[in-house]
């Protein structure tokens, strides 16, 4: 307004996104003061007088005014035209000294207020006394336009500098909403209005933000499109994908494939976001299932040896049919690296799966490498699960040089903590002269070995997969040997390791020969009871004479029948 310097507060955004007024003020409050909204601003009569006094006595050129202090509390804001006539008044004033005048201002005040609904409309936007000369219309012309383009801006439309991050907070914000309307972005609920440029402290984007935090218990796939990846390598992000992918349309997985597949490696090695590609290969359709597998073409190896990619080489290898010409190649992929693999606490299980699900003819390369390494991969933790495999899924032409390996090394195997499962493996499904050249090495060892922690185990096994004539011999040695003065089998009940043995002999003796084991371990009864491991042979005896009803006359027990 011509003639009249219009001074208003120094004003700034504080880190909440409150607009702070005055803040170098000495006001009676000692703070600043900042703007809230809705509540409309009341000021007294005589205060408003006072002001309307103030400023007109500033504007005569009154000595010590609020308007010649720049360093005050209160400065002036835009640029005052020089007065060449300092007695001469203003052509457009504010209609007589009333504060609560009716008169519009001049055009050039009818830019947008501090808090209008409108840039055209500052007669209606007053801080709620009256039609036209509000203090809130003068404010907002003051403040150079706040809310034409969503910020703060020194008059001139560039943002001004304040609070960190003031400037561009609210660009986004539509040139007809108010700061405080419903419809304004600074109090925006709808998550569609989220963008990836939105990011909390935590450093995820607001939309993962406000679903980790149950804001959203209802979002659906669909909804958190452009934020697929993240959602991915996210522990409850994934977790929500991978429920959803199982019962999701056709149309929604292909919505999460598009946003996965450029970055398919980045997820199968990440600790949450391998998961997400491991639902794809077992709900996607085949087309998925083999753009996935390109992806993983050239990185088999590296992938294999890695904790997360391991289980995503393994979950391609189950559900891609192996007739598909990708899988022989990513098996190949391994050749020249397999003892790596086998050794390796997660390439082994690739190899176990490729063993398992990819046509044996495929994986001759696997056997080759094995040649002269059979007694070392069996007393390896993970070899020997490859070798036990091997025997179960291979063809015969192809397990025949690794049994013949181990037929040479028997006697260490059994006696292996390793080795051992290997043996047991060979016992429970190899062939009938694979099991007969076992038994073989174990007969005339029986007590040494029923009395060792590893070897023990595979004595049991003789015992059940032996054949008839096999189990009545081990039986037999037992029964008839003596060691020192007392008999094998006396030393075998008290024994932690061999009273096992000797109850799966009980449990799978003829009726003839069980009938020997019993009346062998009779006169022992009461010596047995002193001894732990002795009790279980009591205990395993009357439990089956009772169940099958046999009687071999009295065990020798206590009067009430409890041993």
Same mark, same amino acid.
């Given at each position: 307004?011509?003639?009249?310097?219009?001074?208003?507060?120094?004003?700034?955004?504080?880190?909440?996104?409150?607009?702070?007024?005055?803040?170098?003020?000495?006001?009676?409050?000692?703070?600043?003061?900042?703007?809230?909204?809705?509540?409309?601003?009341?000021?007294?009569?005589?205060?408003?007088?006072?002001?309307?006094?103030?400023?007109?006595?500033?504007?005569?050129?009154?000595?010590?005014?609020?308007?010649?202090?720049?360093?005050?509390?209160?400065?002036?804001?835009?640029?005052?035209?020089?007065?060449?006539?300092?007695?001469?008044?203003?052509?457009?004033?504010?209609?007589?000294?009333?504060?609560?005048?009716?008169? +519009?201002?001049?055009?050039?005040?009818?830019?947008?207020?501090?808090?209008?609904?409108?840039?055209?409309?500052?007669?209606?936007?007053?801080?709620?006394?009256?039609?036209?000369?509000?203090?809130?219309?003068?404010?907002? +012309?003051?403040?150079?336009?706040?809310?034409?383009?969503?910020?703060?801006?020194?008059?001139?439309?560039?943002?001004?500098?304040?609070?960190?991050?003031?400037?561009?907070?609210?660009?986004?914000?539509?040139?007809?909403?108010?700061?405080?309307?419903?419809?304004?972005?600074?109090?925006?609920?709808?998550?569609?209005?989220?963008?990836?440029?939105?990011?909390?402290?935590?450093?995820? +984007?607001?939309?993962?933000?406000?679903?980790?935090?149950?804001?959203?218990?209802?979002?659906?796939?669909?909804?958190?499109?452009?934020?697929?990846?993240?959602?991915?390598?996210?522990?409850?992000?994934?977790?929500?994908?991978?429920?959803?992918?199982?019962?999701?349309?056709?149309?929604?997985?292909?919505?999460?494939?598009?946003?996965?597949?450029?970055?398919?490696?980045?997820?199968?090695?990440?600790?949450?976001?391998?998961?997400?590609?491991?639902?794809?290969?077992?709900?996607?359709?085949?087309?998925?299932?083999?753009?996935?597998?390109?992806?993983?073409?050239?990185?088999?190896?590296?992938?294999?040896?890695?904790?997360?990619?391991?289980?995503?080489?393994?979950?391609?290898?189950?559900?891609?049919?192996?007739?598909?010409?990708?899988?022989?190649?990513?098996?190949?992929?391994?050749?020249?690296?397999?003892?790596?693999?086998?050794?390796?606490? *997660?390439?082994?299980?690739?190899?176990?799966?490729?063993?398992?699900?990819?046509?044996?003819?495929?994986?001759?390369?696997?056997?080759?490498?094995?040649?002269?390494?059979?007694?070392?991969?069996?007393?390896?933790?993970?070899?020997?699960?490859?070798?036990?495999?091997?025997?179960?899924?291979?063809?015969?032409?192809?397990?025949?040089?690794?049994?013949?390996?181990?037929?040479?090394?028997?006697?260490?195997?059994?006696?292996?903590?390793?080795?051992?499962?290997?043996?047991?493996?060979?016992?429970?499904?190899?062939?009938?002269?694979?099991?007969?050249?076992?038994?073989?090495?174990?007969?005339?060892?029986?007590?040494?070995?029923?009395?060792?922690?590893?070897? +023990?185990?595979?004595?049991?096994?003789?015992?059940?997969?032996?054949?008839?004539?096999?189990?009545?011999?081990?039986?037999?040695?037992?029964?008839?040997?003596?060691?020192?003065?007392?008999?094998?089998?006396?030393?075998?009940?008290?024994?932690?390791?061999? *009273?096992?043995?000797?109850?799966?002999?009980?449990?799978?003796?003829?009726?003839?020969?069980?009938?020997?084991?019993?009346?062998?371990?009779?006169?022992?009864?009461?010596?047995?009871?002193?001894?732990?491991?002795?009790?279980?042979?009591?205990?395993?005896?009357?439990?089956?004479?009772?169940?099958?009803?046999?009687?071999?006359?009295?065990?020798?027990?206590?009067?009430?029948?409890?041993?």
């Amino acid at each position: 307004m011509p003639g009249y310097p219009v001074l208003a507060p120094a004003a700034y955004y504080d880190q909440t996104g409150a607009l702070v007024v005055n803040a170098g003020a000495r006001n009676g409050l000692g703070a600043p003061v900042r703007l809230v909204a809705p509540a409309p601003v009341i000021i007294s009569s005589s205060a408003a007088q006072a002001a309307v006094a103030a400023a007109a006595a500033s504007a005569n050129g009154a000595a010590g005014g609020l308007a010649g202090t720049t360093n005050g509390p209160f400065r002036p804001l835009g640029t005052q035209q020089p007065q060449p006539q300092p007695q001469q008044q203003p052509n457009n004033s504010l209609a007589s000294s009333s504060f609560y005048g009716n008169n +519009s201002l001049s055009s050039n005040s009818q830019s947008t207020s501090l808090f209008s609904q409108g840039s055209a409309q500052p007669a209606n936007t007053s801080l709620g006394f009256g039609s036209s000369n509000s203090l809130g219309a003068t404010l907002g +012309s003051a403040l150079g336009g706040f809310g034409t383009a969503g910020g703060l801006t020194n008059g001139s439309g560039r943002y001004i500098s304040a609070a960190p991050g003031a400037e561009a907070k609210y660009r986004s914000a539509s040139s007809a909403s108010s700061l405080f309307s419903p419809s304004s972005t600074l109090f925006s609920s709808s998550r569609l209005r989220y963008g990836m440029s939105d990011v909390m402290p935590s450093g995820r +984007s607001r939309l993962l933000e406000d679903f980790r935090n149950n804001r959203y218990p209802n979002l659906q796939l669909r909804e958190i499109a452009g934020h697929i990846m993240e959602f991915s390598q996210d522990q409850h992000g994934s977790r929500f994908i991978q429920l959803k992918l199982e019962r999701a349309t056709p149309a929604e997985r292909q919505l999460v494939f598009n946003e996965i597949l450029q970055a398919a490696y980045q997820l199968m090695v990440d600790v949450f976001g391998n998961y997400v590609i491991q639902k794809f290969f077992e709900f996607g359709s085949l087309e998925q299932k083999l753009a996935l597998a390109e992806r993983i073409r050239g990185h088999v190896l590296s992938l294999a040896l890695q904790m997360y990619g391991c289980r995503v080489i393994q979950k391609a290898l189950e559900f891609i049919p192996s007739d598909q010409q990708v899988i022989n190649e990513m098996v190949r992929e391994l050749d020249g690296h397999v003892l790596k693999c086998v050794k390796d606490q *997660n390439g082994n299980h690739v190899v176990q799966k490729c063993i398992e699900c990819v046509q044996p003819q495929s994986l001759q390369f696997i056997i080759d490498a094995f040649k002269g390494q059979v007694f070392a991969l069996s007393t390896h933790p993970y070899g020997c699960r490859v070798i036990q495999r091997i025997l179960e899924h291979c063809l015969p032409d192809q397990t025949l040089p690794i049994l013949e390996e181990l037929h040479q090394h028997t006697e260490q195997l059994v006696q292996d903590q390793y080795g051992n499962y290997v043996i047991q493996h060979v016992l429970e499904h190899g062939r009938p002269e694979d099991k007969s050249k076992i038994v073989a090495e174990i007969r005339g060892n029986v007590l040494v070995l029923s009395q060792h922690k590893f070897a +023990s185990n595979v004595v049991e096994k003789c015992v059940t997969h032996a054949s008839r004539t096999e189990r009545a011999v081990l039986i037999d040695e037992v029964c008839t040997m003596n060691d020192g003065p007392h008999s094998a089998l006396y030393t075998m009940m008290k024994d932690q390791y061999a *009273n096992y043995v000797v109850q799966k002999m009980i449990d799978v003796a003829e009726p003839a020969q069980r009938k020997i084991v019993m009346h062998k371990i009779r006169p022992h009864i009461a010596t047995l009871r002193k001894y732990t491991y002795g009790k279980h042979i009591l205990a395993k005896l009357e439990k089956y004479y009772m169940k099958n009803g046999v009687d071999l006359g009295p065990i020798c027990g206590p009067p009430n029948g409890i041993i």
